[in-house]
């Protein structure tokens, strides 16, 4: 009952992001263990959009970590537990509660030990910022508690890169690079501290290498030019060859041929979906503090109320005209979707 639960949502999901994003590709999927216990470690811009693409987009039904925040309306935790979602707890959310964390990471390493998969995203929090953040301790608590508990577990480590051209946009396009996987015992060291600066240390350096990595040093003069350079940001390696090599050795995107016809159809939709449209403009968006969640509220817009209202059109063209007039309605809104999002 609980997979075909998990099934249907992340079919649900993955055909509205099929809508919602231009262009999802997906590389080195064949790294992902399959019979090992996996912990995925990605870099994090997009809130809770990373999420679903990493779920939707692997061969795992992953349990995912995520900022306790999201769990303060019961039926929203209720939900989002049925999700395989659990809690984590940051400094912000108040010093009393970081003691959870440790029941959490508990329940993390029985996951482990039934071969299951989780994802953290380890820089902490998320930024829009082209650059691999620190990592934050946690995850090294959860391996080497796994390890500690379990030495003889094979626990793998799977790099993960989430790349966007404008995380902030609709519609985008995003890129998924998973790395190798890495043993967890190789870290397993004497000096635990050390251990830990190596693990941290090796998981930045392979996140840096499957998305974009710009230096802090001169950061935005590196992005603008980068920018006025039209690189491939859905190419980690290519851009960041870029960089290395003082913008020497760079490929510009190509601009689509059916960009001048893009904002007449895009028009088209909004007035096919005026109500969303309006809800999202007036109520929802000005009230996003975060701008990082601006995709994240813009989806669930597009995944909750955009289905009911086409559907209640259809309906309502069936009932006073005919079948045919509403499934016709059905198709002609999907085309322009498609069109508008896709093209």
Not at 12 to 20: D, E, M, N, Q, V
Not at 53 to 70: D, E
Not at 103 to 116: G, P, R
Not at 280 to 304: C, D, G, Y
Request: aromatic share 14%; with cysteine.
């Amino acid at each position: 009952m609980k997979k075909a639960w998990l099934f249907s949502v992340r079919s649900y999901i993955k055909l509205g992001l099929f809508f919602y994003f231009k262009r999802i590709s997906t590389h080195n999927e064949r790294a992902i263990p399959l019979d090992k216990p996996v912990l995925f470690l990605s870099n994090h811009q997009n809130a809770l959009l990373d999420a679903l693409i990493i779920a939707t987009n692997s061969k795992r039904y992953a349990y995912f970590l995520t900022r306790a925040a999201v769990f303060s309306n019961p039926i929203i935790s209720r939900l989002l537990k049925s999700l395989q979602m659990l809690p984590v707890y940051r400094i912000r959310d108040g010093w009393n509660n970081l003691s959870n964390n440790s029941a959490i990471f508990d329940t993390c390493v029985k996951l482990f030990n039934k071969n299951e998969a989780i994802v953290i995203f380890p820089e902490g929090n998320h930024n829009f910022q082209r650059s691999v953040r620190p990592l934050s301790k946690g995850f090294t608590r959860i391996v080497f508690a796994t390890l500690e508990k379990h030495p003889e577990m094979d626990l793998q480590l799977l790099p993960v890169g989430l790349n966007y051209i404008n995380a902030e946009k609709f519609p985008d396009s995003v890129s998924l690079f998973y790395g190798e996987s890495i043993k967890a015992q190789d870290f397993i060291l004497e000096n635990k501290n050390e251990a830990t600066l190596e693990l941290r240390k090796c998981i930045q350096y392979e996140l840096t290498k499957l998305t974009t990595h710009i230096p802090p040093e001169n950061y935005k003069e590196t992005l603008l030019k980068l920018n006025e350079l039209n690189v491939d940001f859905l190419n980690p390696k290519q851009v960041n060859k870029t960089i290395s090599s003082n913008y020497t050795k760079y490929r510009s995107v190509n601009s689509s041929r059916f960009s001048i016809l893009k904002p007449f159809f895009k028009g088209l939709l909004i007035l096919l979906l005026f109500a969303p449209y309006l809800i999202w403009k007036l109520a929802l968006q000005p009230k996003i503090k975060e701008i990082e969640f601006m995709s994240t509220f813009r989806f669930a817009v597009a995944l909750t109320l955009v289905p009911f209202w086409v559907l209640a059109l259809v309906i309502l063209l069936t009932i006073n005209f005919s079948w045919i007039i509403g499934l016709g309605f059905l198709l002609f809104t999907l085309s322009i979707a498609l069109i508008s999002v896709k093209a």
